[in-house]
């Protein structure tokens, strides 16, 4: 064709191209030629005949040839006009523009199509590539050499075992093992063996069996024909200095969370589609049975204030800026979660060591109170001996009174056991009865540096200007000595001296003492030097400590011996009356640590001495003068 061309351009007079027919049919046959290159000869003719171009493409004479070629080129099936001899040169001119035409449009498009194959073939190729991986991923699975490797030392360590610690070995499993607190774990059953149970708030010092008594009666009540607790009721504990409250709300392991698809993450499934998804917390895992929470006084509040919602309704609501309810690709059990909120139906029982005033009135008002007591010496030696069973080990004699004058819980009689038991392991031979003696309880109470708890024992004689009061720090009761002492002065200018240490309130009790023992004495204590001392700097801060100050004052000015077996507490008016005071329990059970054998308390209080106390006698008294008549 470039050949043709470049001969019909080379032409330098445009007349003897007209004359020229042996060109045009030499032309028109390449024309011809080029056309049936260009669609391929069965599509030529399949052409020509749409057309109505066939018979003067097959035709002898020129002008009918080219009339047919025009027609073809052309696309034009209305084109029946035949040219004339002097039009052809022209024609064919142009005939030859649209060829070149068709030809430059035809290499650009196999070029692009040549192009996209490639990127196509390059796709392809990447596409299968990717199902084969998935393919091997779904037949093979997600494990290779290294996740193999590291999965056989998980299972090596795990036939690797201790033995179960101290703490699950002797770990009470029935209530009969709940040692010195019979009152308390009754009012516990009592609260939970019914069809309507209570939660509950359990107070009391640390180690004396809180927990254990929790778990033992879920066990016990569910054999109780009128419990709601089924066979599987679940007993789920957490310790309440853990749980924090997240204002985002992203997690909360107490209340539950949402994990948002672009924030928190989620399931692939859901993270594809935006659906958030909500995570139970402990409140509905504890569903249907008991959630305990140790330390609940320490709590956060904000938390704390979510909980006595949950306790209110029963259920736990979740929310997300990501849910849509009407989006068809939510789970129908995310929907539920959201539109109804997750059951949380459950008996809370809360632990704590601190007082009662300081916990949260609201968390008071929707829970029955269960007071567990300090441990007597007798309970610690049962509680040890106890022990020494599970262990299967002998016990020297003494050992378990030399342990419980050193504690008051259970929790640490044990540990001090386990340690004399570890001695008492590593010095005998296999196969030997292991026997723990004295010697190696001492050694375990002289390496923790430890003192005995009730240092302070009974004395049988009197002294004057000393007596023991009482106080209470917690849960717990001791016993206080204070002193008192009185110089006659020559110029009615007496000084009064009191500890510091003692508190403000305590103090105050003093002044009113003074008041007090002017009218029983008719002395005025200016005349004076008075100095009154609480051994060991304690502070009494209160009002307790009020009678034992005046008694003490009073048998210094008098000479007066006071009996050393008996304590006494009480607030003291300035008119001599004993008003009431806190703590009565706690207090009568720190004078029995100490083997007092009596205690004075205001009449008031004596709705406060337990029924079932023994082994001390409890009086009460209204006045300085009915004290008196008990301590001198």
Not at 214 to 221: I, Y
Not at 266 to 291: F, N, Q, W, Y
Not at 363 to 381: I, T
């Amino acid at each position: 064709m470039k050949g043709i061309l470049t001969k019909w351009l080379n032409h330098t007079n445009f007349g003897d191209r007209l004359l020229d027919e042996e060109e045009w049919g030499r032309e028109v046959e390449a024309l011809y030629s080029l056309i049936s290159n260009y669609y391929g000869t069965d599509k030529l003719v399949l052409k020509a005949s749409k057309l109505e171009a066939l018979a003067l493409m097959r035709s002898h004479n020129l002008i009918e040839r080219v009339a047919g070629l025009r027609k073809i080129v052309m696309d034009d099936p209305t084109d029946y006009k035949l040219p004339n001899k002097e039009e052809i040169p022209k024609l064919l001119e142009d005939i030859e523009d649209k060829i070149a035409e068709l030809i430059a449009k035809r290499s650009i498009e196999d070029r692009l199509e040549r192009i996209v194959t490639e990127k196509i073939q390059e796709r392809h190729e990447d596409y299968v590539k990717e199902i084969k991986i998935q393919v091997l991923q779904e037949t093979a699975g997600p494990e290779n050499a290294q996740t193999l490797k590291k999965l056989a030392i998980i299972e090596k360590m795990n036939t690797i075992s201790l033995n179960r610690s101290a703490a699950e070995v002797l770990r009470p499993q029935t209530i009969e093992e709940i040692i010195g607190q019979e009152s308390a774990v009754q009012a516990l059953l009592a609260k939970l063996a019914t069809p309507y149970p209570q939660h509950i708030l359990i107070y009391g010092p640390p180690g004396v069996g809180k927990t254990s008594a929790a778990r033992v009666a879920l066990e016990t009540v569910k054999n109780h024909s009128n419990s709601p607790f089924a066979k599987e009721a679940p007993f789920i504990e957490v310790d309440g200095t853990t749980l924090r409250w997240d204002p985002r709300d992203v997690t909360n392991p107490l209340m539950g969370s949402v994990h948002d698809p672009i924030y928190q993450g989620s399931k692939r499934d859901l993270a594809d589609t935006g659906v958030p998804e909500p995570k139970m917390g402990l409140v509905s895992d504890a569903h249907g049975g008991i959630l305990f929470i140790d330390e609940i006084g320490e709590m956060d509040s904000l938390l704390l204030n979510k909980l006595l919602k949950v306790l209110e309704d029963k259920r736990v609501t979740f929310d997300s800026s990501y849910y849509d309810p009407s989006d068809p690709s939510v789970p129908q059990w995310i929907k539920k979660l959201f539109d109804e909120g997750a059951p949380a139906d459950f008996v809370l029982i809360g632990a704590t060591t601190r007082d009662p005033r300081e916990l949260n009135p609201a968390l008071r008002s929707r829970c029955s109170e269960v007071f567990f007591v300090p441990l007597e010496p007798k309970d610690v030696q049962h509680i040890v001996r106890q022990a020494s069973h599970k262990l299967d080990v002998v016990l020297e004699d003494n050992v378990p009174e030399i342990i419980s004058e050193y504690v008051i819980e259970g929790r640490k009689a044990t540990s001090i056991l386990m340690d004399a038991y570890g001695l008492a392991r590593f010095r005998s031979s296999d196969g030997d009865v292991v026997k723990i003696t004295c010697a190696d309880v001492q050694e375990v109470l002289r390496s923790a540096r430890l003192t005995p708890y009730g240092f302070r024992k009974v004395r049988t004689d009197v002294e004057i200007g000393r007596i023991l009061g009482l106080g209470v720090a917690g849960f717990l009761g001791s016993v206080l000595e204070i002193e008192a002492i009185t110089f006659k002065t020559q110029d009615d200018k007496g000084t009064v001296r009191f500890n510091e240490t003692a508190g403000s309130m305590a103090r105050d009790a003093f002044f009113n003492a003074t008041s007090v023992i002017r009218e029983l004495t008719g002395e005025n204590l200016h005349n004076y030097d008075v100095h009154v001392n609480v051994i060991g700097g304690a502070n009494i801060d209160g009002p307790s400590a009020g009678l034992a100050t005046t008694l003490a004052i009073y048998s210094a000015l008098k000479q007066q011996s006071i009996r050393q077996d008996v304590a006494v507490t009480g607030e003291i008016s300035i008119q001599g009356s004993v008003k009431p005071v806190g703590g009565i329990y706690e207090k009568i059970f720190g004078a029995k640590q100490a083997n007092l054998k009596k205690v004075v308390i205001p009449l008031e209080n004596m709705v406060d001495v337990p029924q079932s106390l023994r082994g001390i006698e409890v009086v009460g008294v209204s006045t300085i003068e009915e004290a008196i008549k008990h301590v001198f």
